[in-house]
């Protein structure tokens, strides 16, 4: 029956992890995956995830079906960390907030939604560059793209004038996909100024903004900065999608939990969109997983475990910080010629180091150290043991 299907493309992150684990040699770096690791390269729990755990298994709880959007307290504090408590559509009570598969299941529950009941301009504009997974997951919802410039090579900083630009020639209707902090691939973020800019020329032209916060926290190390764009597009009246992903922020990755928002202006029309929403993921997946949400609410609703979340998030990014700084620096001392002042300007998990392909091969192949084609490192994956022998390589490949 099946003789005929072709092999689908590989998974470029997951095929790097590969290879890299094939490698026998004792140097070996991998850069390419996007997931948090200790100062030495281990996977890391949360301590208030543990604890959190602890807490759940000791209500000896059941496993029961869970509602199909998922348990109110829990879909109430992801609206409430990604809006802040005080937000004018949590208190009138307009958003749709709907557990998901994590980011990626609330991405592909918002496209599935907008495919479904977007009766405007159905085109989605990506930054270019973005995350690989965007485009696959419009593609697989049929929803045509377009690209607008975000990543400007000559100053390796965000080209604001050329995203305004892009937008501003946008069909009136068309979706804006924004990251809300910490943009992967680049690590470059827009500052407070631009993302006024890019908010009034997405209101200028009538588009929709579709937020992916899969990364809040780990930017600056605080929650609330890094929902800064979030809250100031809704102080400015946008009625914002948002996919939030607690993969990164509480290290909860193959635990699959995640939030989507829509923000719909009136209670009737959220409690319509919120039936729309149970409708799609009954015949998808009928129901969320229990147990990742648990870990999730437990910690959002509980004032002494949130405060020792939000120290361990702030652990998480200034590691990553510290990191950045060291790596800069051991290639600045080793007297490379080129500018690296981009490695500490960028945030987030990830640094677009500006190596080219080539470069990159070298890397991979005469040094063992892993990473994706387009000079993506996750910052995370370096630790003071193996930043100087990074340091040296990259140092090596561009002189
Ligand atoms: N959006 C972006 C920009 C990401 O980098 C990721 C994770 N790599 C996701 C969404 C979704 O991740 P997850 O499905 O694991 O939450």
Redesign the pocket.
Known sequence: WWGHVPAGAPDV?LGIRDTYLKDPHPKKVNLGV?AYRDDDGKPFVLPSVRRAEEIIYEKCLNHEYGPISGEPPFTEACAKLAFGEKSKPLCEKTNATVQA???????RLGFEFISRHYNKTREIWLPKP??F??PQICDAVCLPMKSYRYFAPKTLGFDVDGAVEDLSKAPEGAIVLL?AC????TGIDPKKHEWERLSKVIKERKLFPFF????QGFATGDVDNDALAVRMFVDHGHEVMV?Q????NMGL?GE???ALTILCGDPETTARVMSQLKVIIRTIYSNPSINGSRIVQEILTSPELMKQWLGDVKSMADRVISMRKMLRSAIEAAGNKRTWNHITDQIG??CYTGLNPEQVERLIKEFHIYLTKDGRISVAGITTKNVGYVAECMHKVTS
């Open positions: 992150i996007g598969l994590s980011g990626t299941g609330a991405l973005t995350w997974n965007h990251h910490a943009h992967n691939p992916d916060m899969a990364y996919a992903s607690f993969a990164k990755y699959r939990v995640g998990m990830f």
